[in-house]
């Protein structure tokens, strides 16, 4: 997708959140109780990007868990594996309103990496960045949630380039936008830094039970 393409993408994104468009708030009586407010369940697996998906081999794969931080971690993908793995299922609910129930994720525990690195007394904030430049925050504590990992494996499989592969991160409490794909980098940070979509109008939490889509 040429630059162009993809600013036109941008923009519209900014302008739906700025009508506040998919906020249903409507309550269907009929409503599975598994599935937030305004979203369809799906069995497919949608992906979305900002039109480009890096090429990422394992083998070239490198994290970074820096800022504020005691310890530093340069893992490369056999630093990954030799940490303990965990396996989690959990549901997607994306901001574009499709959720996709009981995906099995493997790797390795956030709250585990954050042990390791240690942040410090007065780190709040984390800032997972992508290999394409994508950004999204998230609240340390939110963070080392039980269910969050840096995943590998999505029902048994290896993670596809086209969902973020080799590595991602996964938050299933929140709105898929802030589960980074092709992960890179965690940047512990001292006071809140909005990412990408949360300086274009998406909300700066994003909790789908609370329906935080926009604002
Ligand atoms: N690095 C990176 N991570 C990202 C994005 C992105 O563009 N780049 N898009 C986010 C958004 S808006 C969504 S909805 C999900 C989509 O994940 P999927 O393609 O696996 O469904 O990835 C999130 N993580
Ligand atoms: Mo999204």
Known sequence: MDDSIRDKLVAVK????????????????DHDMRLP???????????????????????????????????RLDWDWQALMA?????DVSDIH????????????????????MALAQP????????????DGYTTNVQLDHFVDEDCLLAHTHDGAAIGREHGGPVRAILPRWYLWKSAKWLKRIEVVAGDRPGFWETRGYHNEGDPWLEQRYG
């Open 120 to 131: 410090h007394p007065h780190a709040t904030h984390v800032v997972l960045h992508g290999y």
């Open 83 to 87: 940490q303990p793995q965990i396996d």
């Open 14 to 29: 900014q302008a739906w959140a700025r009508a506040g468009r998919l906020l249903t708030g409507k309550a269907d009586p």
């Open 37 to 71: 407010p305004g979203q369809r369940l799906v069995t497919n697996w949608p992906v979305l990007d900002l039109g480009i998906q890096p090429d990422v081999a394992r083998a070239d794969w490198r994290l970074s868990v820096d800022g504020a931080v005691v310890n």
């Open 94 to 113: 994306c901001v574009t309103q499709w959720s996709r129930y009981d995906n099995r994720w493997r790797g390795v525990a956030t709250a585990h990496v």
